[in-house]
Nanobody, 124 residues
Framework: VQLQASGGGLVQAGGSLRLSCAAS????????MGWFRQAPGKEREFVVR????????WYADSVKGRFTISRDNAKNTVSLQMNSLKPEDTAVYYC??????????????????WGQGTLVTVSS
């Protein structure tokens, strides 16, 4: 199984970025997908989760209204559109896969597979 995250970079506060995660080696629609992030010197934290069908999603309060998750099961990809970025969004962003479909699970231990992370830096 491989999850390949991409799309990170340097952006000014108020700007936008779109992250993508390409999955291979698994039956993609058998998994709910999530994004987590880890800021320098901090613990990894939950950002957002989307169900296997894309019908439901759950967001951390800190990103609600600014970030949007989506998935394309035909292409085995999940994306994260990040708007109105803030310096506190600076972190390495990780995509992850959870075989327990349809549940609001937000713990790192719930996810079986992880991508390598992509760095997002938001300058003030």
């Amino acid at each position: 199984v491989q999850l390949q995250a991409s799309g990170g970079g340097l952006v000014q506060a108020g700007g936008s970025l779109r992250l993508s995660c390409a999955a291979s080696g698994l039956i993609f629609d058998s998994y709910d997908m999530g994004w987590f992030r880890q800021a320098p010197g901090k613990e990894r934290e939950f950002v957002v989760r989307i169900t296997w069908s894309g019908s439901r999603s759950w967001y951390a309060d800190s990103v609600k209204g600014r970030f949007t998750i989506s998935r394309d099961n035909a292409k085995n990809t999940v994306s994260l559109q990040m708007n109105s970025l803030k310096p506190e969004d600076t972190a390495v962003y990780y995509c992850a896969a959870d075989p327990a479909r349809g549940y609001p699970r937000f713990g790192q231990a719930d996810y079986n597979y992880w991508g390598q992370g992509t760095l997002v830096t938001v300058s003030s």
